[in-house]
């Protein structure tokens, strides 16, 4: 019983973690149509942004819930308005921009930071649930997740903003014919994706080495969710996440952490075979 | 209002528009009336901004606005109402009317003010924009222009694929709009029946260039001579 907890309670955070390093790329690709080759160095500057400011004397909660989400944002707007801009609809220019961006922000990472694994240690400690014992932090990262998946649905269904987004997404013309400088709203929603990435990055941090290559792990894992996720942003990363999360945990809990990630990908091969759209592009099709 | 002068367009290197001379005045309606590729619809992108002018000059409201974005010209009170009507599918009935609402204050109100004149829409307002039907989605697209009361609103063919009775509703509707707020329209339409209903003059197009202006009065005339095109 107390084992069943457990293992949920992995499967609860390896989704969690999952949404988690692909909200930002599947806002951007999502709303855009831009594939961010640069969402793995989002999430790398995501953590350092912790890093320095904890050195700074930050308190370590304000550095990654506030200061890290600011400064990648601004660092999105910044490649927005410098490169992507100027790229849109032209998909495989984009791909190479922000492959260039990537190479260029591991570099100036190396340069500035050093080739050196930094960290800061995991708060909260752990909890006990019978005889086995699981992660206070990580439990809390589920809770950041769901709150942010939440807020992200509040924002898009109920402001103008959200509804700015969505008639942009749907019809950049026809919204720029009713007075939308489409321009700003690009920019706004690339800053937020990026914001989300450097979350992403922030939150991980504890919990892997922070190098300047770190963002190199995730990209393609968080490419693969927001593909098998579909059009539908938030639900297709949600549904993506659940079933490439829960298979991954699984296969890692009745075999090795090496077949987990087999699996991840094989099942994410299989659903792409089966749905070439992706998860929204045949279920759930007209959520968020 | 609105003044285009030896205005020129096209796509990539093919011109369309060969210099178009047009003055709008307050509250006139002008029926731009041609043929298939005639340059009807690349008129209104090109007054509307989705266009660039290659040549020529456009002022709005003694304004120049040759080169400037579409959403610049719309929030200067040019409302478009594009040809295959661009309904937000993903977005229900009420949030398309609060896009064309969009940024104005009193937003609510117009939006009020706007289902008052178009009461077919006030039972679907919930309903996606994508599920509606042609005639119900050309009824939201010029509501939904409208509520951001523009002074001059660009209206493409809006009687295209549309079933007759719909039609009729939105001729009626446009036609009562005109006196009760004091709309300026540039139509473009196929349909002589409809442009002689509402215009005040109608301009004809062929190959880009304007080659007649006649009056109402006239249209008919006009149908004699390009028989076949609408025999309604």
């Known amino acids: 019983m107390d084992l069943a907890v457990v ?7 390896a989704v969690a973690s999952l949404v988690l390093i692909s909200i930002g790329l599947a806002v951007i690709f999502g709303m855009m149509r831009v594939i961010n080759l640069a969402h793995g160095e989002f999430i790398m500057l995501g953590a350092y942004a912790v890093i320095y400011a904890t050195r700074w004397g930050v308190n370590l909660w304000v550095a990654m819930l506030v200061v890290a989400p600011i400064v990648v944002g ?4 910044v490649v927005e308005r410098t490169v992507i801009r100027f790229l849109y609809g ?4 984009t791909m190479l921009a922000t492959w260039g961006l990537s190479l260029l922000l591991i570099g100036a990472a190396t340069m500035i930071f050093g080739n050196v694994t930094a960290g800061v240690s995991a708060p909260l400690g752990g909890v006990t649930i019978g005889e086995y014992q699981t992660s206070l932090y990580e439990l809390v990262i589920v809770a950041i997740v769901t709150a942010v998946v939440l807020a992200l649905m509040a924002v898009l269904r109920f402001t103008q903003a959200g509804l700015i987004a969505r008639a942009t997404m749907q019809n950049p013309a026809m919204a720029a014919s009713l007075g939308i400088d489409t321009s700003k709203v690009y920019a706004v929603t690339f800053g937020a994706g990026a914001a989300l990435s450097g979350l992403a990055g922030a939150l991980i941090s504890p919990l892997s080495g922070v190098v300047p290559t770190m963002g190199v792990a995730y990209v393609a894992k968080a490419f693969i969710t927001v593909i098998s996720g579909g059009a539908a942003i938030i639900t297709g990363t949600l549904s993506a996440s659940t079933l490439l999360g ?3 945990t699984l296969a890692t809990f009745v075999a090795t952490p090496v077949i987990g990630e087999v699996t991840l990908l094989f099942a994410a091969i299989v659903l792409l075979r089966i749905l070439p759209q992706g998860i929204t592009g045949k279920f759930f099709r007209r959520a968020l | 209002m609105l003044e285009a002068k030896a205005l020129r367009s096209g796509y990539g290197r093919i011109p369309i528009l060969m210099g178009i001379d047009l003055a709008v005045r307050q509250g006139e309606f002008i029926g731009v009336f041609g043929h298939n590729g005639m340059g009807k619809t690349t008129l209104m992108r090109t007054l509307a901004g989705h266009l660039r002018a290659t040549g020529g000059s456009v002022t709005f409201g003694g304004e120049d606005i040759t080169t400037a974005l579409p959403h610049r010209r719309a929030r200067l009170g040019l409302g478009f109402v594009p040809q ?3 309904i937000f599918g993903g977005l229900s009935v009420r949030e398309n009317l609060r896009m064309g609402a969009i940024g104005l204050n009193d937003a609510e109100q117009r939006i009020d003010r706007v289902l008052e004149d178009f009461p077919r829409l006030k039972p679907i307002l919930d309903r996606a924009g994508g599920v509606l039907s042609g005639g119900e989605q ?3 697209a010029v509501a939904r222009c409208l509520c951001a009361e523009p002074k001059l609103v660009l209206l493409d063919e809006p009687t295209e694929g549309i079933q007759p009775s719909i039609v009729d509703e939105i001729g009626e509707t446009l036609l009562r709009l ?14 002589l029946e409809f442009i002689r209903k509402l215009s005040d003059r109608v301009l004809v197009i062929q190959k880009g260039t304007f080659i007649r202006e006649v009056a109402a009065e006239g249209v008919a005339a006009l149908a004699d001579e390009f028989v076949g095109i609408d025999a309604a």
């Open chain 1, 7 to 13: 293992v949920l309670l992995q499967v609860i955070a």
């Open chain 1, 74 to 77: 601004l660092i999105g707007v």
């Open chain 1, 90 to 93: 032209r998909m495989i220019d």
């Open chain 1, 246 to 248: 829960s298979l991954n």
């Open chain 2, 84 to 86: 295959g009507r661009e």
């Open chain 2, 138 to 140: 050309q009824i939201l």
């Open chain 2, 178 to 191: 005109r006196t009760s707020r004091g709309l300026t329209v540039i139509l473009v339409e196929q349909s």
